[in-house]
């Protein structure tokens, strides 16, 4: 008892000697590239002028190459985040409000298992299903709901935000309907016996106890997304398409990583907006990192 | 089962079947692929089927087999690494006084917070001059940066989770702090550390953007090669490597609960 309390006691040297490499690791991988991409986005470097100067030339090429393609992503991610919100309630919603206990069984057992598919594999089976022969129209016809002469393939950004949305939506889901099981069931059923719809019951009662959480989980996906270089290369590659994949052109093809920094500040700026939110929430209410 | 009840348990039942095809039709177009011999458009369904692409893919000196060793490989050293840096660590975080402990946790969760594609091409340049890329040391490093705020957050729920009176106990009956732990409290945190641990195995196992900037040209990962593969056009090849990928991540799903306690989860942030 005596020793471990010494141990308490002292604002241990030892403690912060065995975090250290830990955080040496991130600060080497992760501050310093990060305070280099700051820099470099603000450094000119040009054949006429003999050093770098620091300014926005790099942001003026950035806006003039792409400017498309930084609406095209905020868009993307922004439609796919609201579907992905919305598809999460809906889950959680029936999960917690099902009246079918097997259909609620199923359910759950259905939803989580794009979860553990890795993205790049989520994007090669889109990248089949979502064609113009795949078996996304294949079905539809065989359905009668598609005339097989104006069938169209999906690969573009429709095709992002499916896949976008089909991979992240468990992960939001899986986190609510948690939620939404550990709230005080009395109210739900106080409102439901006033006569409330369960539609009601969800939108007015349940979701806005589980409001933090949902936040939580979409402004997550919202960087995930931001993220992955996969998904919009092997979907859609082609412009308009999205930053992650105009930084990597910028780097393999011409080397111009001033242009590839400044797109990426953009991208923090855009991620950093909504993190805002994120951290005005508290971490504390976030489960898994 | 009243006709009432079966016709109000339809709509429902309609939504569920619906729900399935969304989710499992994307997998299903990916097995056709694994399984196709020739298939182009305007066709619906595959013109012939068979397994000669997987006798390519399983040929064992092929491409395929080589980047499946290279990727294990990758994966086993970057669990090493994250928990040679995770488990001092997470015991200091769980169970010591340190000052700015919010901080350091947070410092963890930075880059998840942050889009990874703009430090990727810069950890790039700097491996460039460290003669790094193209190594494999280089892509386990980035994959070690990728994997620590899973094992950092979850082993100091780990170590938080273990009862500190047993820890107490073997230290009043003369065991020093060093056999306390190695004896008391590592076993006891070790199904959340193994948990960490298969995590960050599988989340090596599939990272693509990171390995793309600083494997290449020279480390060709599953996933890399599963990239080029589709990039080429050969959705066969590209499909039954995508295969090889889900295995490891699908029975991780089907155990992971058994590892991942619920007290452990609870103590996940605290």
Known sequence: MRASIAIMRQPSLIGLLMVTPALLLLAALFLYPLVFSLISAFTVERSDAPAPTFGLFNFFNAYELYATDILFTVVIVGVSTLLIGLFAVAIGGYLTLGETALAVAVLRWLYRWPLFIPFIVAAQCMRSFLAKNGLMNTALEAAGLLDPLSAQSFLDWRGIIITFVWKQTPFVALLVAGAMASIDRSTIEAARNLGASRLRALVEIIVPQVQQILVVGLVLSFVTMMSVLSVPIMISGNTPTMMTVDMAFRINAYGDYGTANALGLISYVLTGAVAWIYVRRGVRQGTPP | ?270
């Open chain 2, 1 to 270: 089962m009243t006709p009432i009840r079966a016709l109000r348990a339809l709509p429902s039942a309609v939504l569920i079947v619906l729900l399935a095809l969304v989710i499992f039709g994307p997998l299903m177009n990916l097995l056709i692929w694994a399984v196709t011999e020739r298939w182009y458009f305007p066709h619906k369904l595959p013109l012939e089927y068979g397994f000669s692409f997987w006798e390519r893919v399983f040929r064992p000196r092929g491409n395929a087999m080589k980047s499946l060793v290279t990727s294990i490989w990758i994966a086993v050293f970057t669990v090493v690494a994250c928990l040679a840096l995770s488990v001092p660590a997470g015991y200091a975080l769980a169970r010591l006084k340190l000052p700015l402990r919010a901080l350091i946790m947070l410092a963890f969760l930075l880059p998840q917070a942050f889009p990874a594609v703009p430090i990727y091409i810069n950890i790039t340049r700097t491996f460039y001059e460290l003669q790094l890329n193209g190594t494999i040391t280089g892509v386990v490093m980035v994959h070690t940066l990728h994997g620590l705020v899973y094992s950092v957050w979850i082993s100091t729920a780990a170590f938080a989770a273990v009862d500190r009176s047993l820890e107490e106990a073997a230290r009043n009956i003369g065991a020093g702090p060093l056999r306390a732990f190695f004896t008391i409290t590592l076993p006891l945190a070790m199904p959340g550390i193994m948990a960490s641990a298969i995590f960050v195995f599988l989340e090596s196992l599939d990272e693509f953007t990171g390995t793309f900037f600083v494997g290449t040209p020279d480390v060709t990962t599953l996933p890399l090669l599963m990239f080029r593969a589709s990039i080429e056009g050969n959705y066969q090849i590209a499909s039954i490597t995508a295969l090889i990928l889900l295995v490891p991540s699908l029975a991780f799903m089907l155990v992971v609960e058994r590892f991942l306690r619920a007290d452990v989860l609870a103590k996940v942030g605290a």
